[in-house]
């Protein structure tokens, strides 16, 4: 297993264009987490997945954020009309559904985006 | 609605033991993470705690009282690749999410 991909690792994009990041789960995680990362903060929750539902959506997610896990494999998640405000890390993590591995999530590397 | 309180930057040096404490407020707590990040890098996952008491694994350690909302990370034998940011973070019941903190920015020296 090579753990938990993101693609593409950095974009940059100009005010107003679309992006859309990807992310592939350890393959026998079935959750499978959005968080938002800044400099010197911690990662903020954006959305949840349990297989293919989406079942929980944080408040920072406005409606030009999407996000989908199509079979419940892979998942993106897609800007829309971006904003300077969106430049950050965009961290996928996924873990287990159930037991003690529930508690463990595992992140990967990230997708910088960089909005001029 | 949650919040996590830890201190912002600790610097301590090699070989030595230091403590990362964390304060939490969440309306139904079900348990405690500690996360280290390395600059650049990915979080990963140190600990859990969801009773009270200590929790060991190597050199780290992690403890938790539920009564006062309050946990902490203990680093042993402290080493510079052990320099990096360290979160706490908290799961509501019902809630499958995590929420993190700001994190603790953790400087070994010589």
């Known amino acids: 297993d090579t753990g938990v991909s993101q693609n593409p690792r950095h974009k940059i994009t100009k005010r107003g264009q679309n992006v859309t990041f990807r992310c592939d789960p350890i393959?026998?995680?079935?959750?499978l987490y959005w968080y938002r990362q800044t400099l010197g903060q911690g990662p903020e929750f954006l959305t949840y997945?349990?297989?293919?539902?989406?079942?929980?959506k944080s408040r920072l997610l406005s409606d030009r954020f999407s996000a989908e896990r199509p079979k419940g494999s892979f998942s993106t998640l897609e800007i829309q009309r971006t904003e300077q405000g969106d430049s950050a890390m965009y961290l996928c993590?996924?873990?287990?559904?159930?037991?003690?591995?529930?508690?463990?999530?595992?992140f990967g590397a990230g997708s910088r985006l960089t909005v001029l | 609605g949650q919040s996590l309180e830890q201190p912002s930057e600790v610097t301590a040096v090699e070989g030595a033991i230091v403590q990362i404490n964390c304060t939490y407020q969440?309306?139904?707590?079900?348990?405690l993470s500690w996360y280290q990040q390395h600059d650049g890098g990915a979080p990963t996952f140190l600990s859990y705690?969801?009773?009270?008491g200590l929790e060991e694994t190597g050199r780290f350690s992690s403890f938790l009282s539920r009564s006062d909302s309050y946990g902490y990370l203990l680093l042993q034998e402290l080493q510079m690749k052990d320099s990096a940011s360290y979160f706490c973070?908290?799961?509501?019941?019902?809630?499958?999410?995590?929420?993190f903190g700001t994190g603790t920015r953790l400087t070994v020296i010589p």
């Open positions: 993590a996924s873990s287990l559904g159930r037991g003690s591995g529930a508690n463990v999530l595992t």
């Open positions: 969440t309306s139904g707590f079900y348990g």
């Open positions: 973070a908290v799961r509501d019941w019902g809630a499958n999410n995590l929420f």
């Open positions: 997945f349990q297989n293919e539902a989406q079942l929980e």
């Open positions: 705690n969801a009773l009270d």
């Open positions: 393959s026998e995680h079935n959750r």
